[in-house]
């Protein structure tokens, strides 16, 4: 059984929620007082949006700090944490007939981590990391990892990534908020509707993606 579902953001400007035309939900109903049996009935539900809250930047700045390691054992690589302090180092190992560089990343925001890692940020990426990067907040870096994760280019994913919808929580609690805040349902139904049931047949049918404990993509089916 498919359920169409509505899209649903924490912070995004892009992902306001959307009416769902129909929701068809599978609930047990007593068939019969005797024997306790159940059946199963199609229930029609009509979705109404609902506004969710917004997260905000804390207003630290941590400088992203990265070491560039000469692949010459000859050579003595730098710290570095801007494009001047990058170059200047750089130019000092030009002198001294050192070119390449591995860079690591030293320090900074828990999360820049993963996009250091996700995005492949090398010699040729510090410019842009300090320009386009860095100032990402965590939402963001988790939409556009998410997208590098499949395959999307860095480009492609800073321009599409106000459009990955996020969901802090289990996938059964994103399931029970889509059904109980966003639909009228009727009292003496509400307590045989299966969540859990509904959560994984939003998985299989790839409407929704858990990348990480109690954090879901709600829209992964859109990319």
């Known amino acids: ?6 899209h ?3 912070d995004r400007r892009h992902c306001k929620p ?3 035309a129909k929701l068809i939900i599978r609930v047990l109903v007593p068939a019969g007082r005797a024997n306790n049996v159940f059946r199963a009935i199609p229930f029609l539900l009509i979705s109404t949006p609902k506004t969710l809250p917004q997260f905000h930047r804390s207003g630290v ?3 992203t700090k990265f070491y560039a390691q000469p692949y010459s054992t000859e050579h003595t690589g730098f710290y570095f944490d801007s494009i001047e302090t990058f170059e200047a180092g750089m130019d000092l190992l030009n002198k001294k007939g050192c070119e390449e560089v591995e860079i690591q990343f030293i320090d900074g925001d828990y999360y820049l981590v993963q996009l250091a890692k996700s995005a492949s940020i090398g010699q040729g990426d510090v410019q842009f990391w300090y320009e386009e990067l860095e100032d990402l907040d965590c939402p963001d870096v988790t939409r556009i990892c998410f997208l590098l994760s499949l395959g999307m280019s860095t480009d492609d994913a800073l321009n599409r990534y106000d459009y990955v919808c996020l969901h802090y929580g289990t996938a059964e609690d994103y399931a029970h908020d889509m059904i109980n805040e966003t639909t009228e349902i009727p009292e003496n139904l ?9 959560a994984r047949d939003m998985k299989l049918n790839g409407e929704i993606i858990e990348i990480e404990r109690d954090l879901i993509v709600t829209n992964a089916h859109e990319f």
Not at 1 to 6: E, P, V
């Open 1 to 6: 059984m498919k359920f169409i579902t509505g």
């Open 8 to 10: 649903y953001s924490v």
């Open 190 to 198: 509400s307590f045989y509707i299966d969540y859990e049931a509904i």
């Open 18 to 20: 959307s009416l769902t």
């Open 61 to 63: 700045i941590t400088m």
